[in-house]
């Protein structure tokens, strides 16, 4: 694993942020909403529509990271800001698949709002609830709100029992270790403060799923005020990959590194 | 402080609690030499409780997977109005 680029904020430097950011007007926030891509003709489209349908009085706007797509994913894409104005949809693309994380620190290179939310392009996030994250970091000032999917209120469609036992069972061993301090760890479906999320994600080395867990409990270490939302996840393409055994030694080498290190 | 530090602070801590009793021998030291067995034990259990708990409990949605192909089919209807080609999934 290489070397965490750019500077670490300490516990304190982090509560700082969190306080300053109260003093920011309220009512004047702007949304950067990333969504990395790949091979997602159809369903980038569904989401645009669906961000516009629901965040009717928000300020905001939706970065697609690309890469490189083949099945015309860029194509659509330029449709939409046809559509909806290219100051509403940005097309940040790249030339080949290089990764999660880099597509998040590639999008926020570009991302002009205060806020900056991560979400899946194939709609196992849906935008409806964009609004209760909204509302809730309103209501609270946190630093990062996540959606989660363990609790009341949330929940998931598509898993069968196995499924949902490795990730009860991978959710307890990480709490055991980790002490994490959210219920759910490898959702991907966050806003967080500008600030904050480049400060987090300058200090993150893993990949994949490990990548969010890694996120979300480094925010915890440096003291960063976290919020829960409930959200749903209606996982439709679970039944074409399956949780095999490398997935499991990565994520129990995922928990021993985040053990470690964090 | 780093959590791993955290962590082995309480298993000293444990331990140290764990010798104090030995030594003082106010448990019979046959149990005490056990404890950390039963500590261990209860550990597991607890964990595969709270997984056997979460399983039961694990919140589903089916009606979400409805509501999602209702969102798709407007969506859908939408950009066809409007021009775009979505194509087909």
Request: hydrophobic letters at 40%; glycine letters at 8%; aromatic letters at 8%.
């Given at each position: ?51 516009f349908?629901?965040l ?9 990271v ?30 080949k ?27 196992s996030h ?7 994250f ?51 760890l ?15 994600i ?12 890694e996120?979300i ?21 679970f ?6 055994g ?5 994520y ?11 | ?33 056990l404890?950390?067995?039963?500590f ?9 409780l ?40």
């Open positions: 694993m290489s070397e965490p680029i750019g500077e670490v904020k300490t516990t304190k430097e982090a509560r700082v942020i969190d306080r300053n950011e109260t003093k920011g007007e309220e009512g004047k926030h702007k949304y950067s909403i990333i969504v990395p891509t790949y091979n997602e003709r159809l369903n980038i489209a569904l989401i645009v529509y669906l961000i349908k629901h009717r009085d928000v300020d905001f706007e939706i970065i697609v690309d890469d490189g797509s083949p099945d015309g994913t860029q194509e659509i894409v330029k449709q939409l800001q046809h559509l909806y104005g290219e100051d509403r949809i940005l097309l940040r693309a790249r030339a698949k290089l990764g999660l994380g880099t597509a998040y620190i590639h999008g926020l290179k570009h991302a002009t709002g205060d806020f900056v939310v991560i979400m899946d392009a194939d709609l849906h935008p409806k609830y964009l609004p209760s909204i509302k809730k970091q309103l209501e609270t000032n946190a630093s990062i709100v996540t959606g989660t999917r363990y609790v009341k209120g949330g929940g998931v469609h598509g898993w069968n029992l196995m499924r949902k036992l490795t990730s009860r069972g991978a959710n307890v061993l990480a709490q055991t270790l980790l002490w994490p301090g959210v219920s759910d490898t959702g991907s479906f966050r806003l967080y403060k500008k600030s904050v999320l480049e400060d987090v300058s200090s993150c080395v893993s990949k994949g799923y490990v990548f969010q867990m996120m409990v480094r925010a915890t270490r440096k003291g960063y005020h976290i919020e829960e939302v409930p959200i749903t996840f209606v996982d439709r393409v039944g074409t990959s399956k949780l095999g490398s997935e499991i030694v990565e129990l080498k995922g928990l021993v590194y985040l053990l470690l290190t964090t | 402080m780093k959590h791993i530090v955290k962590i082995l602070s309480l298993l000293v801590a444990i331990s140290a609690f764990w010798i104090g009793l030995l030594q003082a021998a106010i448990v019979p030291r046959s149990y005490t030499w404890l950390p067995i039963y261990v034990v209860s550990l597991g259990c607890y964990d595969l709270m997984v056997g708990i979460g399983l039961m409990q694990f919140p589903t949605c089916p009606q979400e997977a409805v509501l999602l192909q209702q969102d798709i089919a407007e969506a859908k209807d939408f950009f066809k109005h409007k021009g775009v080609d979505v194509g087909s999934d």
